[in-house]
């Protein structure tokens, strides 16, 4: 369903994986990758977006590399925060303006400029970075199992209602930091719904992870996310 994507937007080179959806036009949603890298079950994530009627742009903040052990996969996003943040954020900034042009066949398409982000870990943790950092052109953002205390997020510049999925067990993200998170969105006023499976860990909602998917948890916040991403951005 979905094909490779590689372009150039104001001197910002950005590869990708786009799914596109088999009607006319609808509303795109931005992936962001685990700390695995774009990996398959990214693409399939996108996907599956593109069979609820979304475009998805599933965006390679790597640039072409994944890991495939918690060691690499940790020095590639430690990388990516402490080393290459404001590459990335340049690379978000041509994705949302590249969707934008007139000349690329998605005008008309992408419905009403609408455009949510979602992410996994990694891409939780820069679900809410750039949903901060882009408040004007993001209208849902649906950070899973971010991780609160690897970057700064100000959460007073957020302007898209969220649905946050945290789970119960995660040895990644404390509750503690949930719940700032919780007091923090409560501070500024953010329209903030937050999801809290308790019982597993982070990433059950990766069903290529036998170790941590929880098959029950994963169709129920799944169905939530579209309905989430449907009400706000159709």
Avoid at 81 to 102: C, H
Avoid at 154 to 165: C, G, R, Y
Avoid at 203 to 231: H, Q, S
Wanted: net charge negative; aromatic share 14%.
């Amino acid at each position: 369903m979905g094909r490779e994507l590689k372009f150039t937007k104001d001197g910002v080179e950005v590869r990708g994986y786009l799914a596109e959806p088999e009607l006319v036009k609808g509303p795109l949603v931005i992936v962001i990758h685990e700390w695995w890298g774009l990996v398959p079950h990214i693409k399939d994530v996108c996907d599956r977006y593109a069979h609820e009627g979304f475009f998805a742009f599933g965006i390679d903040l790597y640039r072409g590399k994944t890991a495939d052990n918690p060691e690499d996969a940790g020095k590639l996003m430690q990388e990516l925060f402490k080393e290459r943040l404001s590459e990335a954020s340049a690379m978000v900034k041509a994705s949302l303006d590249y969707f934008k042009e007139n000349d690329i066949g998605f005008v008309g398409r992408v419905q009403d400029y609408r455009i949510g982000m979602t992410g996994f870990c990694c891409g939780g943790t820069c679900t809410w970075y750039f949903g901060a950092q882009f408040p004007e052109d993001f209208h849902a953002l649906a950070p899973y199992y971010g991780l609160y205390s690897i970057v700064p997020i100000d959460f007073s510049k957020i302007k898209a209602p969220v649905l946050a999925v945290h789970a119960g067990k995660d040895a990644f993200v404390p509750l503690s930091d949930v719940l700032n998170a919780i007091e923090e969105c409560n501070k500024h006023n953010v329209k903030a719904q937050f999801l809290i499976y308790c019982g597993v860990d982070h990433a059950f909602f990766n069903d290529t992870r036998p170790e941590v998917y929880n098959e029950e948890y994963a169709v129920d916040v799944w169905l939530k996310t579209v309905e989430f991403m449907k009400r706000h951005l159709t």
